[in-house]
């Protein structure tokens, strides 16, 4: 079992940054592959950005491919999303996920979720 709960939303200005932070629980992180997702009003949820166990893979959406970074650090149980030059369609509800299937851009390959954190970039 895994809990996972994220921090570091908030209201931010346009070509701000930000950087997300999810923490997770339990001795067995280091076994999964993390994405963080992101759901705006009205839209489906996505996949921005994924990292395998080991940090050697990464996916990024490519509305955010040269603006995000995702990284892990196992030590501490916590994945990060660092994103710069923000745009007012980056505006959502991030969550992250853990999934034992490696990188994957497929909600149902993540088994556990955080509660999700709101982004609000004003323009």
């Known amino acids: 079992q895994v809990q996972l709960v994220e921090s570091g939303g908030g209201l931010v200005q346009a070509g701000g940054s930000l950087r997300l932070s999810c923490a997770a629980s339990g001795r067995t992180f280091i076994r999964y592959a993390m994405g963080w997702f992101r759901q705006a009003p009205g839209k489906e949820r996505e996949c921005v950005a994924a990292?395998?166990?080991?940090?050697?893979?990464?996916y990024y959406e490519n509305s955010v491919k040269g603006r995000a970074t995702i990284s892990r650090d196992n030590a501490k149980n916590t994945v990060y999303l660092q994103i710069s030059s923000l745009k007012a369609e980056d505006t959502a509800v991030y969550y992250c996920?853990?999934?034992?299937?490696?990188?994957?851009?497929?909600?149902?390959?993540?088994?556990?979720w955080g509660q999700g954190t709101q982004v609000t970039v004003s323009s």
């Open positions: 996920a853990a999934g034992s299937n490696g990188v994957s851009v497929s909600e149902d390959q993540y088994d556990y």
């Open positions: 990292i395998s166990w080991s940090g050697g893979s990464t």
